[in-house]
């Protein structure tokens, strides 16, 4: 077992203490072979359950704590669960399970058995859409730990954090690196961005990841200097040029990388020059990762592709030559592909579309401006005009006392006016103090 340790809110774990101790007290035996719903909120039980599960479980379904009670049903009935993990205080679930529900919390009792793996575990993970029942992705562990494969050993320490739950892909990956080489430290998710990075500091990270939705909070929050890491991941959205360049002045001696990562298709590579996009290089190159651009929009083939969907009359996740449709639509210019935004989340101003990513890279490459969402407002003529809502950052780099609203809104339409189409000029810009986060750390759009 690794000499590393797992932080939580209120506990630390040495790994190598789980040679000798358990966290499923006493009754590990009894999920052999069980396809086990882990259901506990805490992510330090989970991720000791995990640990111990695999090998031995022939199926754990990773449910993130925000999994709706109405699609648990559904969730149980396709992953063919009949065992179950809950944190101590948990209500039970009518679930009629033909196996056990048991209670586990994030610390070790004496192991009663001997430790034998007896199986290869499938790790079921959920779908992270905002609306309508998830779709079941199977992984293997070799698929999930492929982008490790041929990884360099770091010199020095490594203490990864991230702002991800660690049941979703993007966590996942994290938790899989810091068992691997490393420690972690596990956010909570009724923790505050302040509380966190206060509490990660203390243990020394210098390694952490989130979306760029996550790293906006944290630099609004003006936590983000308690923090001093080595590297900075930024990964589940499009990372645009203002938010690189805000944790490169942020963080002027880290390394930060954007990666592209999806839970069907896995890992597919990882930027690190400090530029939004990734080099139109990697395209059509042979490797133990491939891509293609397919009718504008990103396919993927590697060993970190997940097998399959779970249940019955449900798309296959490849096609008919192993790639996976990614569903992000891509562009490429002078040598670079830019991502510009979901092939569903596309606005028809008059028969002409617009991608709201594209919008919102302009709009949060303005100094006063922190975040934005770009969206659709109904119109009788066009069908739809672009609407921004745009929170406004409390100070600037150089710039002074913040202007009054309407001159930003001034400034902020002819920017976009001098770098898109017309059609892609916000009509209408609205100053709010937040904007909402799904429990995946995206932002929430319309109709997502």
Not at 151 to 166: G, H, K, L
Not at 181 to 186: D, E, I, M, P, Y
Not at 236 to 249: F, H, K
Request: hydrophobic letters at 45%.
């Amino acid at each position: 077992m690794p000499a590393g340790r797992l932080h939580g809110p209120r506990a630390l774990i040495p790994l190598t203490d789980l040679g000798h101790g358990s966290s499923l007290g006493g009754r590990l035996e009894e999920l052999r072979d069980r396809n086990v719903l882990l259901l506990m909120k805490d992510q330090l039980a989970a991720a000791l359950a995990m640990i111990e599960l695999d090998g031995v479980a022939r199926r754990m379904i990773l449910c993130p704590p925000d999994l709706s009670p109405q699609h648990l049903p559904q969730v149980t009935a396709v992953a063919e669960a009949d065992a179950c993990l809950l944190d101590p205080a948990q209500s039970s679930p009518a679930l009629n399970l033909a196996g056990p529900s048991i209670r586990v919390a994030g610390a070790l009792t004496p192991l009663t058995a001997t430790r034998r793996p007896s199986r290869s575990t499938e790790w079921i993970l959920l779908t992270s859409g905002t609306t309508g029942a998830p779709k079941l992705v199977l992984h293997t562990l070799g698929s999930l730990t492929s982008a490790l494969a041929g990884a360099a050993t770091a010199e020095e320490p490594v203490v990864w954090s991230t702002f991800y739950d660690i049941r979703r892909y993007g966590g996942l990956q994290i938790f899989l690196r810091a068992v691997h080489a490393g420690s972690l430290v596990l956010s909570e998710g009724a923790e505050g961005v302040t509380d966190f990075l206060t509490r990660a500091a203390a243990v020394g990270i210098t390694h952490i990841s989130g979306t760029p939705s996550h790293w906006r909070r944290a630099l609004m929050s003006g936590a983000a200097a308690t923090i001093a890491p080595r590297y900075v991941r930024l990964s589940g959205e499009i990372s645009d040029q203002a938010v690189l360049d805000a944790l490169r002045a942020a963080y002027p001696r880290a390394i930060v990388a954007h990666a592209f990562a999806s839970t069907e298709a896995g890992v597919a590579f990882e930027v690190r020059d400090g530029r939004a996009g990734f080099p139109a290089e990697l395209l059509d190159a042979s490797g133990p990762v491939e891509l293609r651009i397919v009718e504008e929009t990103l396919r993927i083939r590697s060993a970190g592709t997940a097998q399959r969907y779970l249940g019955e009359g449900v798309d296959p996740l490849c096609g008919a030559e192993g790639f996976v449709d990614t569903g992000d639509r891509v562009e490429a210019r002078d040598g670079r592909c830019y991502f510009v935004g979901r092939r569903g989340g596309v606005i028809n101003v008059g028969g002409l579309k617009v991608h709201p990513e594209e919008v919102e890279a302009v709009l949060n490459a303005h100094p006063w401006v922190r975040i934005s969402l770009v969206h659709a407002r109904s119109n009788p003529i066009t069908g739809a005009i672009v609407a921004a809502d745009v929170v406004l950052a409390d100070a600037a780099r150089g710039a002074g006392e913040r202007p009054p609203a309407s001159a930003l809104t001034h400034e902020l339409t002819e920017s976009c006016r001098r770098r898109l189409a017309p059609h892609k000029v916000p009509a209408l810009i609205r100053f709010v103090p937040v904007l909402e986060m799904s429990a995946s750390g995206k932002l929430v759009r319309p109709g997502a």
